[in-house]
Protein backbone atom coordinates (compact mmCIF):
# COMPACT_ATOMS: atom_id res chain seq x y z
CA UNK A 1 0.00 0.00 0.00
CA UNK A 2 2.81 2.04 0.68
CA UNK A 3 4.23 2.00 -2.37
CA UNK A 4 1.25 2.51 -3.78
CA UNK A 5 1.41 5.74 -2.53
CA UNK A 6 4.86 6.50 -3.13
CA UNK A 7 4.51 5.81 -7.17
CA UNK A 8 1.26 8.26 -6.82
CA UNK A 9 3.02 10.71 -5.37
CA UNK A 10 6.18 10.82 -7.43
CA UNK A 11 3.72 10.89 -10.64
CA UNK A 12 2.53 13.99 -9.44
CA UNK A 13 5.27 15.82 -8.59
CA UNK A 14 6.53 14.56 -12.21
CA UNK A 15 3.82 16.29 -13.52
CA UNK A 16 3.95 19.51 -11.96
CA UNK A 17 7.13 19.93 -12.76
CA UNK A 18 6.87 18.73 -16.30
CA UNK A 19 4.11 21.39 -16.55
CA UNK A 20 5.74 24.35 -14.72
CA UNK A 21 8.80 23.24 -17.49
CA UNK A 22 6.59 23.70 -20.10
CA UNK A 23 5.05 26.98 -18.92
CA UNK A 24 8.28 28.23 -18.36
CA UNK A 25 9.47 27.32 -21.88
CA UNK A 26 6.52 29.45 -23.63
CA UNK A 27 6.76 32.28 -21.66
CA UNK A 28 10.49 32.26 -22.55
CA UNK A 29 10.09 32.18 -26.38
CA UNK A 30 7.18 34.52 -25.80
CA UNK A 31 9.26 36.89 -24.37
CA UNK A 32 12.13 36.40 -27.13
CA UNK A 33 9.76 36.64 -29.64
CA UNK A 34 10.42 38.65 -32.59
CA UNK A 35 7.38 40.69 -34.60
CA UNK A 36 8.24 41.14 -37.87
CA UNK A 37 5.79 43.45 -40.09
CA UNK A 38 5.10 43.72 -43.90
CA UNK A 39 4.45 46.36 -45.96
CA UNK A 40 0.69 45.86 -45.59
CA UNK A 41 0.94 46.18 -42.00
CA UNK A 42 2.15 49.60 -42.29
CA UNK A 43 -0.64 50.31 -45.12
CA UNK A 44 -2.98 49.70 -42.05
CA UNK A 45 -1.33 51.35 -39.46
CA UNK A 46 -1.88 54.27 -41.85
CA UNK A 47 -5.32 53.53 -43.01
CA UNK A 48 -6.48 52.99 -39.80
CA UNK A 49 -4.57 56.26 -37.98
CA UNK A 50 -2.76 53.97 -35.67
CA UNK A 51 0.17 55.37 -33.48
CA UNK A 52 3.30 53.09 -33.64
CA UNK A 53 6.95 53.22 -33.69
CA UNK A 54 8.82 50.98 -36.53
CA UNK A 55 11.78 49.98 -36.40
CA UNK A 56 13.68 49.39 -39.67
CA UNK A 57 16.55 47.21 -39.87
CA UNK A 58 18.54 45.36 -42.12
CA UNK A 59 19.43 41.35 -40.01
CA UNK A 60 22.22 41.16 -42.74
CA UNK A 61 25.09 42.38 -40.59
CA UNK A 62 27.09 43.33 -43.48
CA UNK A 63 24.57 45.89 -45.00
CA UNK A 64 23.88 46.87 -41.64
CA UNK A 65 26.74 47.24 -38.83
CA UNK A 66 24.51 48.94 -35.90
CA UNK A 67 21.43 47.20 -36.57
CA UNK A 68 21.62 44.22 -33.44
CA UNK A 69 22.88 47.35 -31.58
CA UNK A 70 20.16 49.64 -31.95
CA UNK A 71 17.58 46.39 -31.36
CA UNK A 72 19.16 45.28 -28.31
CA UNK A 73 19.06 49.08 -26.85
CA UNK A 74 15.26 49.36 -27.71
CA UNK A 75 14.81 46.02 -26.07
CA UNK A 76 16.81 47.46 -23.16
CA UNK A 77 14.48 50.65 -22.96
CA UNK A 78 11.01 48.55 -23.50
CA UNK A 79 10.41 50.42 -26.29
CA UNK A 80 6.94 49.02 -28.06
CA UNK A 81 8.10 49.27 -31.47
CA UNK A 82 7.30 46.74 -34.84
CA UNK A 83 10.31 45.81 -36.85
CA UNK A 84 10.72 45.74 -40.20
CA UNK A 85 13.35 44.06 -41.31
CA UNK A 86 13.74 44.79 -44.95
CA UNK A 87 16.14 41.24 -45.03
CA UNK A 88 12.77 39.49 -44.70
CA UNK A 89 10.55 41.72 -47.38
CA UNK A 90 11.54 42.03 -51.27
CA UNK A 91 13.22 45.18 -52.83
CA UNK A 92 10.13 46.44 -53.81
CA UNK A 93 7.98 45.72 -50.83
CA UNK A 94 10.78 47.85 -48.88
CA UNK A 95 10.29 50.86 -51.50
CA UNK A 96 6.17 50.59 -51.30
CA UNK A 97 6.64 50.70 -47.75
CA UNK A 98 8.48 53.76 -47.49
CA UNK A 99 6.41 55.71 -50.20
CA UNK A 100 3.69 54.65 -48.00
CA UNK A 101 5.07 56.69 -45.09
CA UNK A 102 5.89 59.27 -47.89
CA UNK A 103 9.75 59.11 -47.13
CA UNK A 104 11.64 59.07 -50.56
CA UNK A 105 13.58 55.27 -50.26
CA UNK A 106 16.87 57.57 -51.80
CA UNK A 107 16.95 59.72 -48.70
CA UNK A 108 15.83 56.72 -46.14
CA UNK A 109 18.90 54.47 -44.69
CA UNK A 110 19.03 52.10 -42.04
CA UNK A 111 18.78 51.52 -38.97
CA UNK A 112 16.07 53.64 -38.49
CA UNK A 113 13.12 54.42 -36.10
CA UNK A 114 9.86 56.34 -37.34
CA UNK A 115 7.33 57.51 -35.13
CA UNK A 116 3.87 57.20 -37.22
CA UNK A 117 1.35 59.18 -34.72
CA UNK A 118 -2.50 58.73 -35.74
CA UNK A 119 -1.55 57.26 -39.38
CA UNK A 120 0.76 60.07 -40.04
CA UNK A 121 4.64 60.10 -39.98
CA UNK A 122 5.35 62.21 -36.99
CA UNK A 123 9.34 62.26 -37.27
CA UNK A 124 11.90 59.79 -37.55
CA UNK A 125 15.46 59.43 -37.23
CA UNK A 126 17.53 57.29 -39.91
CA UNK A 127 21.01 56.25 -40.77
CA UNK A 128 21.79 55.85 -37.03
CA UNK A 129 25.29 56.00 -35.47
CA UNK A 130 24.79 55.47 -31.81
CA UNK A 131 22.00 54.92 -28.99
CA UNK A 132 22.70 58.24 -28.15
CA UNK A 133 21.01 59.93 -30.90
CA UNK A 134 18.12 57.33 -30.15
CA UNK A 135 17.85 58.19 -26.38
CA UNK A 136 17.03 61.72 -27.35
CA UNK A 137 14.24 60.63 -29.87
CA UNK A 138 13.05 58.52 -26.78
CA UNK A 139 13.11 61.58 -24.65
CA UNK A 140 12.06 64.28 -27.08
CA UNK A 141 8.88 62.10 -28.02
CA UNK A 142 8.59 60.52 -24.46
CA UNK A 143 8.34 56.79 -26.77
CA UNK A 144 8.05 54.81 -23.73
CA UNK A 145 4.22 55.87 -23.26
CA UNK A 146 3.57 54.29 -27.08
CA UNK A 147 1.60 51.67 -26.58
Known amino acids: MEKKENKVIGILILTIVLVICVVAGVLYFNLNKTDY ?87 DIINIKDTKVVEQFIKEYNLTKVK
Open 37 to 123: IKTSDVKKIIKEGKTAIIYVENSNSKKCKNCKELKEYLDSKDINYVLYDVNKNSKGSYKEMLQNLTINPNDFGYPGVIYVKEGQIYS
